[in-house]
C-alpha cells in the first residue's frame, strides 16, 4: 500500500530544504525531499520557484510540523523557506495550478502567452499573491496618486 505524502516546507533552493530534511531523519521522522523544478521548468513554463519540497507521511504530519515550528523558534531553520505573506506557513505551490488534473494543462499555455499571471498558492490558508508585487504611487491624504511637478521650459519660437 503506498503511502501518501504531505508537503511540510517548501524553498527555492536544495542546500536550505537538505538541513531540514536531515533534522527531521534526526528525530526519527520519515521526510523525504521532492523537487518539482523541472516539471515547473518545462510542464509549467515557469521559472523554479517554491519547487523544492520537504515531505512527511501524512499520519506524520502534526509530529513534523510541531518538530519544524520548534526548531524554527530556536534555529531560525526556515529563515530561507518561501512562506506566505498572511499566515507565514511554508506550505507554497508556484505556479497556482493543481498537479492533479490535465485541465490545467490550458492554463499552462495561457499562462506561457502572459495572458494569465503567474501567483504563489498557500496551503493552508489558500491565499494567492503574485511573483511581483505593483509598486503603489505615492498618494494625498485623500487616497489620490500624486501628481508629479512637472517643470516647464520656455521654448523660443524660430524667428
Known sequence: MKTTTIPVATFNDVEPAQQVLQRLQQVGLPAILYDESKLERFGFMTPALA???IEVPTEKYLD???????LDRSEDLLKSAVRCP???SSRIEFPQLTRKFILP????FFMALKLVPRSFYCMDCHYTWPMEV???????????????EVKKTRVRKPA
Request: proline share 9%.
Open 51 to 53: 519547487a523544492i519540497h
Open 64 to 70: 513534523a510540523r510541531r518538530v519544524i515550528d520548534e
Open 86 to 88: 498572511e499566515c507565514r
Open 105 to 108: 494543462s490550458l492554463l499552462r
Open 134 to 148: 505593483p509598486v503603489e504611487p505615492e498618494r494625498d491624504i485623500l487616497g489620490f496618486p500624486r501628481k508629479r
